[in-house]
């Protein structure tokens, strides 16, 4: 256990940090999330807008989170008020930090639901699934049901609070390790089936085609929260990450390696989903549900699909626990280091908050109507803490992250801090480049637009 007078917890090895980032970064928000923003937000052309904003926004700001965090070897308040003493930079921290509270409350209650489906699929609940209409059913009732949801959120938050009470090394390296390439296996074989089904080529072409026309600032908002939220960007959490790090290691490098298999794991979920729910006719804008719906639909049609089913669902929680993991970390890691907490206490604290903040999220799927369709606002709870939290707060965070480290702590500093130990920046121009100009300018057009036409959600 790493309290305020040990010396502080370091990966255990380049591997291990790797898997560790990969881990966070590879989650619901590859295999729930992007699936439903890209059927929202009209398929193939958001793909290439989110591909796009990976490369020139979230490498780069990838590359400034962990060198911030690796040069302070602090967490993300404790990151910026080391760089930049007395001064206001700390806030941004502090909005990482209570984003990251905020994130995990609504995540855990998803991964809850793949928890829950774990045990349904064990159970043979989708063993005769015939229809999308009884796939719809069963997400529908199993959502509105508010013990399940409100009891699966706390078995959720427990373990995410088991794992990272364990410290870096022994705790959340261990477990991302394990078990990541096997969920990736999964993945391949429910894409085969799904893009094999009668009726799978308008999925494909939906996903693949790209109609230019959708292309709007609009999009590509949503495409830019999706690629930081995805990279698990703009809260701290690879400041944090970093700030475990050993100085031989090579940033870009290792962002490249992270930005790349996360890349990788969307587009696959991608294209397992829309080609099921092509064949099965439903609507590609279905919102928050979508994956849950159509993933059984594919293993209904598979031969040994209770097995490989609930496989899926155990892999896709332990893939969230890897990334509830991240988020727990941030708050946990400044309670420790700047407030010289225990590791033990701050965690308790600070999983029960998120338990408690995460209660009218677990609420918002049909158990409590007005929670479920906030008047005035007509999304859920849930589903407008994903965006403001998960989509603007993110943006914003890295939106300051890049002006910090372009205008602020300074390019030079960066990159020296890169150099040091004999490691070769690569294209540092470059990313000096889109740091300072790129970054900044493409996140101030986008949220000067969404102010300007009131396009919030
Ligand atoms: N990236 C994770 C996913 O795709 C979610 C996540 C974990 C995250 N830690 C984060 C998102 C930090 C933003 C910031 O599922």
Known sequence: MTSASQERDKWGSKVGFILAAAGSAIGLGNIWRFPYVTGQNGGAAFVLLYIIFVVVIGLPVMVAELTIGRTTERDTVGAFAKLAPK????????????????????YAVIAGWTVGYFFKTLGGSFSHLMTAETSVNIFTHFVSNPAAAIGLLFVFILLTALVVMGGVSSGIERWAKILMPVLFVLLILLTLRSVTLPGAGKGLAFYLKPDFSKITIGAAGKALGQALFSLSLGMGAMITYGSYLSKKENLVIAGCYVAFFDTLIAIIAGLMTFPALFAMGLDPAGGPGLVFVVIPTIFAKMPGGDFFG????????????????????????????????TRKKAVLIMSALSFTLGIP?????????????????GTGFLDLANI????????????LISVFIGYKWGIKAAIAQNEKGGNTFYFKNVWAFLIRFVCPIAIMLIFVYIIWTKNYF
């Open 87 to 106: 001064s206001l930079w700390t806030l941004v921290g502090m909005l990482g930090v209570a984003t990251g509270v905020g994130i995990l409350s609504y």
């Open 388 to 399: 403001v939290l998960g989509n603007y707060s993110l943006t914003l965070g890295a939106l």
């Open 361 to 377: 999220s677990a609420l918002s799927n049909g158990a409590s109507s007005w929670l479920s369709k906030i008047p005035g606002i």
């Open 310 to 341: 609930a496989g899926f669902f155990l892999l896709l929680s332990v893939a969230a626990l890897t990334s509830t993991i991240s988020l727990l970390e941030v708050p946990v890691a400044y309670l420790v280091d700047e407030w010289k907490w």
